[in-house]
């Protein structure tokens, strides 16, 4: 065993080959609250939708499989937007079926995340090629799409949710209320 640290105990860190033995440590650790983990709040959505967290859309294929696809997205009027070509999988499958499911998980938090199951309210594809635009900007940095086929015509898919789940928590909690002894 070997301690680092000053001669403070408040401000020592002890590094050991054995768990301890006080079990009251444990203790203090383990009743950590699940209510610190709590249901993201309309703003902690529309927040996650402001980072450049990847969307992850789940849409049903014909034979009712799943689809799933990474995508840039934002949130307006509390509806969840969605840049896709009219040839997308995606685009088609909504058409004969408009429910989705979205996942969204925080670049730097991975325990903040929202699931939400809805459905797409509206196709439209005017002003679609700005709306591109403006998600290049948040997501590249740069306000110009160079990967897009000349004759793919853009649409952007509008998602009204329908239920949202999902958790918010710092990343400590569990750093903290894990134990590899107990």
Same mark, same amino acid.
Do not use: C
């Given at each position: ?6 001669? *403070?105990?408040?401000? !020592? ?8 033995? /006080?079990?009251?440590?444990?203790? &203090? =650790?383990? %009743? ?50 969605? *840049?896709?070509?009219? !040839? ?8 004969? /079926?408009?429910?989705?499911?979205? &996942? =969204?998980? %925080? ?25 591109l635009k403006k998600l290049a900007k948040k997501y590249l940095g740069i306000g110009k799409y160079y990967y897009r086929p000349p004759k793919n015509r853009r649409v952007i898919l509008k998602i009204k949710p329908e239920k949202i789940m999902g958790l918010s928590l ?13």
């Amino acid at each position: 065993m070997s301690k680092q640290g000053n001669s *403070n105990k408040d401000h !020592a860190v002890e590094f050991v080959d054995s768990p301890p033995q /006080d079990s009251s440590f444990y203790d &203090s =650790i383990t %009743e950590t609250n699940v209510e610190d983990a709590r249901t993201p709040s309309k703003e902690d959505v529309a927040k996650l939708f402001e980072g450049r967290n990847l969307v992850f859309v789940s849409t049903l294929s014909k034979d009712g499989s799943p689809h799933v696809t990474p995508v840039w997205a934002d949130i307006q009027n509390d509806l969840i937007l969605i *840049n896709t070509s009219e !040839a997308a999988a995606k685009n088609k499958h909504v058409i004969r /079926d408009p429910r989705i499911a979205i &996942s =969204i998980v %925080e670049h730097y938090n991975p325990y903040n995340m929202v699931s939400i199951m809805g459905r797409v309210v509206e196709r439209n594809t005017d002003g679609a090629d700005e709306h591109l635009k403006k998600l290049a900007k948040k997501y590249l940095g740069i306000g110009k799409y160079y990967y897009r086929p000349p004759k793919n015509r853009r649409v952007i898919l509008k998602i009204k949710p329908e239920k949202i789940m999902g958790l918010s928590l710092h990343p400590a909690f569990y750093f903290l209320a894990y134990s590899p002894w107990y």
